[in-house]
Structure formats: structure tokens, C-alpha cells
């Protein structure tokens, strides 16, 4: 876990390498990390956001050998495949995880962190949880074992991912110009990673009071 930590804090200086060593094939690495953050409900601890926050800033540096236009090009469609195999395995797995063979292999707890989420939020859920570490890669699986109507889930799947790495792509190019950014880099990460983890967080915290409060009397009870 600390090298993981270690490894996304120093991910400009990580992309410098890739794109040194391997040049375009650097695109492909990356579509890889974000295709299985997304998609493979077992990696939810790969970078998201702040691996998009920074490729944007380094796309901004001069000779980088990353094209802001081939980013987006590449990185929407790994958001949007990621989300729609996790949704189909997770149609395909859910009757396994229904009847409780898969339990071992999931964490119950982010699964049902993601089931009250969806049942607050609904189809949105799509949407907002890409912005939610964790909940990101739940979200498309519990869709697909809820048996969520397919061409609605694609067309929350498409919105949420456009907004999702367009938004913070462009973001990260645009304050890569910035001298703070520069010399603050693994500081903004830490930030957008603390920021990200806020609603998650909220929530969770929420959930916990709630469930410490005392059952409220039944009208029966209250009538008597």
C-alpha cells in the first residue's frame, strides 16, 4: 500500500519514464489502469482521479509525448468499456453473489456502502460515483446484479464518464501551467485524493450516527 501511495504522489516523474521508455505505448498503459479501475470490481485501489488530474498537468509541460486530444481519445473509451464489463459481470455473477457463493471474494462492506447509495440516488448513481473512490467501481457491478434496464445504464455510463475524464483531464492541463501546481504537485494530489474522499466519507460517518440513534416508536407503541 505505501509504494501504491508512493507510486501516484510521484506519478509525474513515473510518466516522464513511461513515455520516455515507451512512447505511445504509454496511452496503452494507461487506458489499462483506468479500463481496471473501472471495470474490475476487485482493483478499486488503482488511481482514478488523481491519475487523470495528472495527465492532464503533465500533457501541459512542454515535450511531454502526451497529446491532450489522444487522452481524451484513449481515456473515455477505457471509462466507459470499464463500467460496462463490470456492469455485465456483475449481471452475470449476481445470482452467485445473491446466493452468498461469492461472498469471500468481494468486500461486503464497500458493496453495501454502494447498494444505499444506489437506493438514495438511483440510476444518478452511475454518474456521481465516478467521482467517488471505492463507490466508482462498485456501482457498475451492483447495477448489473440489480439488473439495471442496459440502455439506461449506458447513457448514465457515457454522461458520467465524459464529465468524469474530460473534466478532470482538461483541469489538470489547464492548472499545469500554474508555477504553484509545479511546485506543489504531489501537495494538489494529496489534496484531490483528500477532496474525493469527502462524500464517501460524509456519508459513511452519517450511516454510522444514524444507526446508533434509537428506533423510533412503532404507532401501535405510541397509541397505547
Not at 111 to 130: P, Q, S
Not at 182 to 203: A, H, Q, R, W, Y
Request: glycine share 10%; with cysteine.
Amino acid at each position: 500500500m505505501t509504494e501504491l501511495i508512493h507510486y501516484i504522489l510521484k506519478f509525474d516523474e513515473h510518466l516522464e519514464g513511461l513515455t520516455s521508455e515507451y512512447g505511445a505505448w504509454t496511452y496503452a498503459i494507461l487506458f489499462a489502469i483506468v479500463f481496471c479501475e473501472t471495470g474490475l470490481v476487485v482493483t478499486p485501489i488503482l488511481p482514478g482521479d488523481s491519475l487523470l488530474f495528472a495527465v492532464g498537468v503533465f500533457s501541459a509541460r512542454e515535450n511531454s509525448g502526451l497529446s491532450l486530444w489522444v487522452l481524451y481519445a484513449v481515456l473515455l473509451p477505457a471509462a466507459i468499456l470499464g463500467d460496462t464489463v463490470n456492469y455485465h459481470v456483475g449481471k452475470y455473477l449476481g445470482p452467485k453473489l445473491l446466493s452468498g457463493r461469492l461472498t469471500r471474494w468481494l468486500n461486503q462492506e464497500h458493496l453495501e456502502y454502494t447498494r444505499r447509495f444506489f437506493e438514495k440516488h438511483g440510476g444518478k448513481t452511475i454518474i456521481l460515483a465516478r467521482f467517488l473512490p471505492i463507490v466508482r467501481t462498485f456501482a457498475p457491478f451492483v447495477a448489473g446484479v440489480g439488473s439495471m434496464n442496459y440502455p439506461r445504464f449506458l447513457a448514465y455510463n457515457v454522461v458520467g464518464g465524459f464529465i468524469w475524464v474530460v473534466g478532470i483531464v482538461t483541469a489538470g492541463h489547464i492548472l499545469g501551467e500554474n508555477q504553484f501546481v509545479k511546485d506543489n504537485f504531489e501537495l494538489v494530489c494529496v489534496g484531490i485524493v483528500c477532496f474525493s474522499l469527502i462524500p464517501g466519507t460524509v456519508t459513511f460517518l452519517r450511516n454510522r450516527y444514524a444507526a446508533k440513534q434509537p428506533a423510533a416508536p412503532s404507532n401501535e407503541a405510541a397509541g397505547s
